[in-house]
């Protein structure tokens, strides 16, 4: 009984350890937020872990170099078990090697191993630790789980987890009815509001998910319960895009998307079936939705053949660019949940095709350094030093460095492009645009692309609501509902709601 107790306690003590971050005293329900945090934090790890097995081969083949006897090079300091040790693997075309303790290799020539008989060098740092022969079983039978369900990204897999925790069928209420079609040959879910007393025609809102361009889905919980509320609420038709993500495609394919689903709903046939007033259409998301909804607004403000134009568009802690990961929320926010620094500079590293090991480069800005040419006419459209106001700035200097990484530039002239990244583009764009709803939290890292959008679109007279939340947090706007209940998850939607009643 009393092992048991001592057990218990342990136990108890291991998971508080694992739950409990240090958040501001200002954040909504930080208890709540941490355990919603470790719950993302496990499962990213649950499905790292094993894609690792399942992807060990793979791995060795990029990340080893064959070397002869005569130059094989001395570890130091050397392995605590001294060797890889090759293992069947229950997988097909698959064999699992596994180091007797767990270490990480951090560089190029601090570690050897042996592989199938034939010594191999490390060719360059590898950024994941092998497993404890102990941990075997376990992670086996994950591993073998993730290769039977096709699931070869651990974004495939994290993916996976989520949807099938969290997708709701198309089912239909009194007030809304809710189907799943395709538009344009995209995936959509559409939610039908009754109309107004007196009125015939309904207001349209296009309405795109957030996920990093990787995760979630329109048909998740969340996001069905947030387009209810929209369509039952504003007596109108809301269109959520089920666009294609990262890893099967990657930038500009999701625009390509987004592009043609909202396009196919413009056409007036299709607005006369839904009995869609055609002056009365927004488009709106978050996160990485609103980064695309903000790239498609500015796309469609170009568009001459556009016969019916967009009246809005409601932006959600937008992502809105990649050249300075080091503006003021971003070091404020930097390990804050759910969205702490390093994972949004991955999210973007994935969203180009990128190559992993630019990301502490890019973490530092030695992408947009001052030796890189191609940045520098694009630096003064995000110099936050006079886009935000000193009440955000306070003390925080910007980092901005002499000399830094060029070719991550060279191999990804997206971060670059204002499709990507709609807050570096030209001011007679910005012009163009529709009334604006931006929506930001201050304990995010995203907190001030939206401002300084908003500074940028003000400054050229563009109709600009920004709605702050001080003790929000990014994504809280879909936790409406037990058990991830958030106070300011449920007041950020009623605004949000509230501005596009008065405004669409």
Same mark, same amino acid.
């Given at each position: 009984?009393?092992?048991?107790?001592?057990? $218990?306690?342990?136990? /108890?003590?291991? #998971?508080?350890?694992?739950?409990?971050?240090?958040?501001?005293?200002?954040?909504?329900? &930080?208890?709540?937020?941490?355990?919603?945090?470790?719950?993302?934090?496990?499962?990213?790890?649950? !499905?790292? +872990?094993?894609?690792? $097995?399942?992807? !060990?081969?793979?791995?060795?083949?990029?990340?080893?170099?064959?070397?002869?006897?005569?130059?094989?090079? /001395?570890?130091?300091?050397?392995?605590?078990?001294?060797?890889?040790?090759?293992?069947?693997?229950?997988?097909?075309?698959?064999?699992?090697?596994?180091?007797?303790?767990?270490?990480?290799?951090?560089? &190029?020539?601090?570690?050897?191993?042996? *592989?199938?008989?034939?010594?191999?060098?490390?060719?360059?740092?590898?950024?994941?630790?092998?497993l404890s022969v102990e941990n075997l079983s376990e992670k086996m039978l994950r591993s073998n789980l993730i290769h039977s369900l096709g699931l070869s990204h651990h974004l495939l897999a994290l993916n996976f987890i989520i949807v099938s925790f969290g997708k709701k069928s198309a089912w239909s209420s009194a007030h809304v009815k809710v189907t799943d079609t395709d538009f344009g040959g995209v995936e959509v879910r559409?939610?039908?509001?009754?109309?107004?007393?007196? %009125?015939?025609?309904?207001?349209?809102?296009?309405?795109?998910?957030?996920?990093?361009?990787?995760?979630?889905?329109?048909?998740?919980?969340?996001?069905? %319960?947030?387009? !209810?509320?929209?369509?039952?609420? $504003?007596?109108?038709?809301? *269109?959520?895009?089920?666009?294609?993500? *990262?890893?099967?495609?990657?930038?500009?394919?999701?625009?390509?998307?987004?592009?043609?689903?909202?396009?196919?709903? $413009?056409?007036? %046939?299709?607005?006369?079936?839904?009995?869609?007033?055609?002056?009365?259409?927004?488009?709106?998301?978050?996160?990485?939705?609103?980064?695309?909804?903000?790239?498609?607004?500015?796309?469609?403000?170009?568009?001459? !053949?556009?016969?019916?134009?967009?009246?809005?568009?409601?932006?959600?802690?937008?992502?809105?660019?990649?050249? +300075?990961?080091?503006?003021?929320?971003?070091?404020?926010? /930097?390990?804050?949940?759910?969205?702490?620094?390093?994972?949004?500079?991955?999210?973007? *590293?994935?969203?180009?095709?990128?190559?992993?090991?630019?990301?502490?480069?890019?973490?530092?800005?030695?992408?947009?350094?001052?030796?890189? #040419?191609?940045?520098?006419?694009?630096?003064?459209?995000?110099?936050?030093?006079?886009l935000l106001p000193a009440s955000i700035t306070k003390n925080y200097e910007p980092v901005v460095q002499a000399t830094g990484d060029a070719r991550i530039i060279r191999e990804l002239p997206q971060l670059l492009d204002a499709r990507a990244a709609p807050l570096i583009a030209d001011p007679e764009v910005l012009q163009h645009l529709p009334k604006t709803y931006i929506l930001t939290c201050e304990h995010d890292v995203?907190?001030?692309?939206?401002?300084?959008?908003?500074?940028?679109? %003000?400054?050229?007279?563009?109709?600009?609501?920004?709605?702050?939340?001080?003790?929000?947090?990014?994504?809280?706007?879909?936790?409406?509902?037990?058990?991830?209940?958030?106070?300011?998850?449920?007041?950020?939607?009623?605004?949000?709601?509230?501005?596009?009643?008065?405004?669409?």
């Open positions: 009984m009393r092992s048991s107790c001592v057990l $218990l306690t342990a136990l /108890v003590a291991l #998971a508080a350890y694992y739950v409990y971050i240090p958040l501001p005293g200002s954040v909504s329900d &930080p208890w709540k937020l941490m355990l919603l945090d470790a719950t993302f934090r496990g499962a990213q790890q649950v !499905t790292s +872990d094993a894609l690792l $097995l399942a992807n !060990t081969p793979d791995i060795f083949d990029h990340q080893l170099k064959a070397v002869s006897s005569v130059n094989f090079p /001395v570890p130091s300091p050397p392995l605590p078990a001294g060797s890889l040790l090759p293992t069947p693997h229950p997988c097909p075309q698959a064999n699992l090697f596994v180091l007797v303790c767990v270490t990480r290799i951090t560089s &190029p020539t601090d570690r050897t191993v042996l *592989v199938d008989g034939a010594r191999s060098a490390v060719a360059f740092a590898l950024d994941f630790f092998f559409v939610f039908e509001g009754s109309a107004k007393p007196g %009125e015939r025609l309904k207001r349209g809102v296009v309405y795109i998910h957030g996920g990093g361009w990787a995760l979630a889905s329109a048909k998740i919980r969340y996001y069905d %319960e947030l387009c !209810t509320a929209m369509a039952e609420r $504003l007596n109108a038709v809301i *269109v959520s895009i089920e666009y294609r993500l *990262v890893p099967k495609v990657y930038f500009p394919e999701q625009i390509h998307d987004v592009a043609r689903a909202t396009k196919y709903f $413009l056409q007036p %046939e299709v607005l006369r079936k839904y009995t869609v007033d055609p002056s009365r259409i927004g488009i709106s998301g978050d996160s990485a939705g609103g980064n695309l909804a903000a790239a498609l607004g500015q796309q469609f403000s170009q568009d001459a !053949t556009l016969k019916n134009k967009l009246k809005l568009q409601a932006l959600i802690y937008p992502v809105l660019q990649a050249l +300075d990961f080091n503006t003021p929320s971003y070091q404020q926010n /930097v390990n804050t949940p759910i969205l702490p620094r390093y994972v949004m500079v991955k999210y973007w *590293v994935d969203y180009f095709k990128g190559n992993y090991d630019f990301v502490q480069a890019m973490i530092v800005n030695n992408h947009t350094s001052l030796d890189v #040419a191609e940045a520098a006419a694009l630096r003064a459209r995000l110099n936050w030093t006079s995203l907190r001030d692309d939206g401002i300084m959008y908003a500074k940028r679109l %003000e400054s050229v007279g563009v109709d600009v609501t920004l709605d702050h939340f001080d003790d929000g947090f990014h994504g809280c706007m879909i936790f409406t509902s037990w058990p991830t209940n958030f106070s300011v998850g449920i007041r950020t939607r009623n605004s949000y709601i509230k501005w596009l009643d008065q405004n669409l």
